[in-house]
């Protein structure tokens, strides 16, 4: 497997555009996370979901975020409209869902996002 | 709410010297323990995990040590190399469920 891949590796936009970061979960895993890394905050959890369905999006800052996940092979996140704020490095991750247990997140390389 | 607290924030080591990172966590409920290694430019990775029912757990030169009377879990790196080079989170499962929480990372730098 090719692991968690994230599109793009890398996006710059102005302030106030829509920027949509995309991730694909490895194939089997029905958990997919949402993080967000930066010095100030280190990675917080944005939003996760179990079988396509979002558990806990407490972590979404405002309503300029939103998460989908359409289907198990494929999760957006998008910000409407960006602010320079929102400048970040954004990692997607995957787990298997085992019952009564955690288990290991599978991290992609991330989206380094910048807005100016 | 649940958080864990990671010390120190960074650590510089000789070559062959050993390295340890010690977390705090506040939720009792928690039984799983992992630590995660991010290169520069890299998402974290796994790697070594421990769950409540073990004190320790070894894998070469990387052990986690659990605590669960002080709600503290160490990690110790022996015979530290120059590729050991990066940031090192301590994670837990914060309010149930499949999510982790990280800790603040330590930065740690292995001289030769």
């Known amino acids: 497997d090719a692991g968690v891949i994230q599109s793009p590796r890398h996006e710059v936009t102005e302030m106030g555009q829509e920027v949509t970061l995309r991730c694909k979960p490895i194939?089997?895993?029905?958990?997919l996370f949402w993080y967000r890394q930066t010095m100030m905050r280190g990675l917080e959890l944005l939003i996760y979901?179990?079988?396509?369905?979002?558990?806990?999006d407490s972590g979404m800052p405002e309503d300029r975020f939103s998460a989908k996940m359409p289907n198990a092979s494929f999760s957006t996140l998008k910000i409407q409209p960006s602010e320079p704020r929102d400048s970040a490095v954004y990692f997607c991750?995957?787990?298997?869902?085992?019952?009564?247990?955690?288990?290991?997140?599978?991290f992609g390389q991330g989206t380094r996002l910048t807005v100016v | 709410g649940e958080n864990v607290e990671q010390h120190p924030s960074t650590l510089s080591v000789q070559e062959g010297d050993s390295a340890v990172i010690k977390c705090t966590y506040s939720?009792?409920?928690?039984?799983?323990f992992p630590w995660y290694k991010q290169e520069l430019g890299k998402g974290p990775q796994l790697i070594i995990d421990?769950?409540?029912?073990?004190g320790e757990k070894k894998d070469q030169r990387i052990a986690v040590t659990l605590n669960k009377t002080a709600k503290h879990f160490s990690l110790h790196i022996t015979e530290t190399q120059p590729e050991d080079s990066a940031v090192y989170f301590c994670?837990?499962?914060?309010?149930?469920?499949?999510?982790?929480?990280f800790g603040t990372g330590t930065q740690l730098k292995v001289e030769l």
């Open positions: 194939s089997g895993h029905n958990s």
């Open positions: 421990i769950r409540s029912n073990v």
């Open positions: 939720d009792s409920a928690s039984n799983y």
């Open positions: 979901f179990n079988n396509n369905v979002p558990i806990d």
């Open positions: 991750a995957s787990s298997p869902l085992r019952r009564g247990a955690n288990t290991e997140a599978f």
């Open positions: 994670a837990f499962p914060a309010g149930g469920g499949n999510k982790l929480t």
